[in-house]
C-alpha cells in the first residue's frame, strides 16, 4: 500500500513539473483530536497521523491529494469550492467512504505572502494545520 501512495505522489511531483503553479506540497505541523469533552487535544491517533502521514500533495485544478489525512483514494464525492488565487483560498471539500462516512475539508491560504501558504483541514474529528509550497 505504501508503494502505491509513493508511486501516485511521484507521479503528482513530475505532473508538477509541467504545472508547478497547479500543485500544493504540504506539511503538517499540528494534529488535534475531538475529545470526549468537546476540547482539540492530541491523541494517539493524532500522534499516529503526524508522524506516518504528515506529507502530501495537493492538485489544485483536479482536487486530487496523495498521501497523508486528504488523500482521496476514499472520496466518493469531491469539489473544488476555490481553486486559490491571489485573492481567495483554495477550498475543497469531499464525502469520503471508508469503515465510517466522513467529510474532508482543506482550506489552504493561496494569497499568504512568500513561499508558505498556512492550510487547515478537517477529517472526520480531526483538526490538521501546517504549510504548503
Known amino acids: 500500500m505504501d508503494r502505491i501512495w ?9 505532473a508538477a513539473s509541467i504545472a508547478e503553479e497547479n500543485l500544493y506540497i ?6 488535534l483530536e475531538l475529545s470526549e469533552a468537546g476540547s482539540l487535544e492530541n491523541s494517539d491517533f493524532a500522534k499516529a497521523i503526524s508522524m506516518h502521514q504528515a506529507r ?3 492538485d489544485r485544478k483536479s482536487g486530487i491529494v496523495a498521501g497523508g489525512p486528504f488523500a482521496t483514494i476514499d472520496a466518493k464525492d469531491g469539489r473544488i ?8 483560498a ?4 469531499w ?11 482543506l482550506w489552504v491560504r493561496s494569497y499568504a505572502n512568500g513561499p508558505k501558504k ?5 477529517t472526520g474529528n480531526v483538526v490538521i ?3 504548503c509550497e
Not at 509513493?6 to 513530475?14: D, E, K
Not at 469550492?81 to 481567495?88: Q, T
Not at 464525502?95 to 474532508?104: C, M, S, W, Y
Not at 498556512?118 to 478537517?122: E, I, M, R, S, Y
Open 90 to 93: 483554495l477550498k475543497i471539500v
Open 118 to 122: 498556512p492550510f487547515l483541514g478537517v
Open 56 to 58: 502530501f500533495a495537493v
Open 26 to 31: 504540504c506539511d503538517a505541523s499540528t494534529v
Open 95 to 105: 464525502l469520503a467512504e471508508g469503515p465510517f462516512t466522513h467529510l474532508k475539508y
Open 6 to 14: 509513493t508511486t501516485l505522489l511521484l507521479v503528482i511531483i513530475a
Open 129 to 131: 494545520t501546517g504549510t
Open 81 to 88: 469550492l476555490s481553486s486559490g488565487s491571489e485573492e481567495e
